[in-house]
């Protein structure tokens, strides 16, 4: 395998970096785009690996010889002379009732992010791979059985619609979004430019949900940014893992060590994730080699992998730094953030991240159909499963709603202090 993208999510847009659909994870984003843990397709990729379709000429292929089948055919029957078509237009072909079957036994898992793909479906899906830079700009995911925001995109229409990390989507232009998967979920999200969708809110603190509407865009996917502040803390702000960010995370790191100061923010806050690759190669300036940066566990059903630092270790002793984290922060941010706050470099401020940390594989069942599904989940160094609850700050500091109508940073302010008293 040559390399993972972590799409553990969905952005509501798509990347550029999903065009090279190789062999390797969640390279496919999904209009409403995923950058997080997910799928198997490229080196530089970390979620969707695309597999050669099995045969399907032996039909029995795959049974189990220890289940009775007959209560399935059984109902088959039932509804083949029972049932009355009352408001769906058109009828259901037999076809249908087998896509319908498989997609009921990839949910009987209770995952989330294991999934069928009949052929309109699987269409979409891999349209979405080659590039669709529409829609409202934010990661999705499931988070206590409910599809949940991970990130809105920086000056996305998501995020000016005033949508926030752990907003809760109840319903999709008027669909409940109950037992609903996250690839259902995008498929009622994207859309094409200056169409609206209406998405059924309900916040952190709010007893109930409000609508809110947001108007479909080509949305710009920023990348990283800097600035040395005046109190001499240099501040780097990554919004995505992008295919090119690991050299533009070096620009950036040239840029701290010319300025001469040892004190750094890495803020990852609102960040969703992306490429693995990105993310191991950006730990590798902080650790030596071969240190631990993230362990792929596929609890005994195929070859754990583990991904160590590729030594560039420019910095010593008198570094200080500190990562920002939040609800928001997913998959290859909690993979970089774990990995330096367990090896000792950077602590962590902030909020609790999110807990995006399994893989996703793309298997073809015919030419035009095919299963996501979850074959590993990542752990940190010390063997702590990410999507277990995430990562925990070592300094927790909330950011209302309040604090950012002030136009106040307390975690930001936070940081500063750590830094400061080290």
Known sequence: MTGRLIFEILYITMQTFLKKFSASILAVAIVVLSFGSGIYIGRSQANALIQTPPSVANGNVGKPTDVDFSLFWKAWDILDQKFVQTHKVGTTTDQDKVYGAIQGLASSFGDPYTTFFPPTEAQSFQSQISGNFEGVGMEVGVKDGVITIIAPLKNSPAEAAGLKAGDMILKINGTTT?????????????????????????????????????????????????????????????????????????????????????????????????????????????????????????????????????????????????????????????????????????????????????????????????????????????????????????????FTQADADKKQDPQLNKAVEVLNSQ
């Open 178 to 398: 109950q037992d609903m998967s996250v690839d259902q979920a995008v498929q009622l999200m994207r859309g094409k430019k200056g169409t609206t969708v209406t998405l059924s809110i309900l916040s952190a603190n709010d007893k109930t949900a409000h609508d809110v509407k947001v108007v479909r865009d080509t949305i710009n996917i920023p990348t990283i940014d800097s600035e040395l502040r005046k109190d001499g803390i240099f501040v780097i702000h990554l919004y995505t893992f992008t295919e090119n960010s690991a050299q533009l995370f070096r620009n950036e790191i040239q840029k701290f060590v010319k300025s001469g100061s040892n004190k750094l923010v890495l803020d990852l806050r609102g960040n969703p994730g992306g490429y693995l690759d990105a993310a191991v190669d950006m730990a590798s300036w902080f650790l030596p080699k071969d240190a631990v940066v993230v362990k792929e566990d596929t609890a005994g059903h195929g070859q754990d992998t583990v991904y160590k630092s590729f030594g560039y270790n420019i910095f010593n002793k008198n570094l200080k730094m500190v990562i920002l984290v939040d609800e928001g922060s997913a998959s290859a941010s909690e993979i970089l953030s774990g990995a330096l706050q367990e090896h000792g470099v950077a602590k962590l401020v902030g909020a609790q991240t999110f807990g995006k940390g399994s893989v996703q594989e793309l298997v073809p069942l015919t030419a035009d159909t095919f299963l996501k599904v979850t074959v590993a989940r990542w752990l940190t160094p010390n063997g702590v499963s990410i999507s277990a609850q995430g990562l925990k700050p070592d300094f927790p500091v909330a």
